[in-house]
Antibody, heavy 121, light 108 residues
Framework: QVQLVESGGGVVQPGRSLRLSCATSAFTFSNYAMHWVRQAPGKGLEWVAVISYDGSNKYYADSVKGRFTISRDNSKNTLFLQMSSLRTADTAVYYC??????????????WGQGTLVTVSS | DIQMTQSPSALSASVGDRVTITCQASRGISNYLNWYQQKAGKAPKLLIYDASNLETGVPLRFSGSGSGTNFTFIISSLQPEDIATYYCQQYDDFPPLSFGGGTKVEIK
């Protein structure tokens, strides 16, 4: 079955950088748009970014624009989120998610288990 | 940006009760609306897409309806395993994609 496994979370100081990865399997990764969604402790879901199937289109939430970069390696079936200039407000569980269809719809059909990023001095 | 207003934020009901959650979009989104279930400590799970279509394997006690700006999610007979937080999400117009604030469902 479709699997998404995030890694790379941890504790980081404000202003520093961190890169998250999402390893995928059991589907043709290069056919699907992929998303990052985050959830601050005790809070709701916040969409972060999306990348098209071939990496040619990328969109971001205003809260991370200019600081975060989404990318993908279709040869390794892996999605990335490079996070820079981190703030305490970026503390959250970060989920990767696959678009439900093989066109970019924004409907997230499959989710990973999440990786926790804690920004603290 | 489209804002999604979900209500109530929490509810408590008895096993077997009918549970209703509503979601209102700040402007029309046709039927481009999902409902997700998130159990404690787990990732969200897609239950309903395109406002009213049940995802494969989801029990028939879950249903969704609506179009435009007003949407409804129903659990026809609440079961203990339905304890979770439920979120609506619009995908008519993005960026950004947007979620409702969530509804925490508990057993009375």
């Amino acid at each position: 079955q479709v699997q998404l496994v995030e890694s790379g979370g941890g504790v980081v100081q404000p202003g520093r950088s961190l890169r998250l990865s999402c390893a995928t399997s059991a589907f043709t990764f290069s056919n699907y748009a992929m998303h990052w969604v985050r959830q601050a402790p005790g809070k709701g879901l916040e969409w972060v970014a999306v990348i098209s199937y071939d990496g040619s289109n990328k969109y971001y939430a205003d809260s991370v624009k200019g600081r975060f970069t989404i990318s993908r390696d279709n040869s390794k079936n892996t999605l990335f989120l490079q996070m820079s200039s981190l703030r305490t407000a970026d503390t959250a569980v970060y989920y990767c998610a696959r678009d439900k269809y093989d066109v970019l719809t924004g409907s997230m059909g499959y989710w990973g288990q999440g990786t926790l990023v804690t920004v603290s001095s | 940006d489209i804002q999604m207003t979900q209500s109530p934020s929490a509810l408590s009901a008895s096993v077997g009760d009918r549970v209703t959650i509503t979601c209102q979009a700040s402007r029309g989104i046709s039927n481009y609306l999902n409902w997700y279930q998130q159990k404690a400590g787990k990732a969200p799970k897609l239950l309903i897409y395109d406002a009213s279509n049940l995802e494969t394997g989801v029990p028939l006690r879950f249903s969704g309806s609506g179009s435009g700006t007003n949407f409804t999610f129903i659990i026809s007979s609440l079961q203990p395993e339905d304890i979770a937080t439920y979120y609506c999400q619009q995908y008519d117009d993005f960026p950004p994609l947007s979620f409702g604030g969530g509804t925490k469902v508990e057993i009375k």
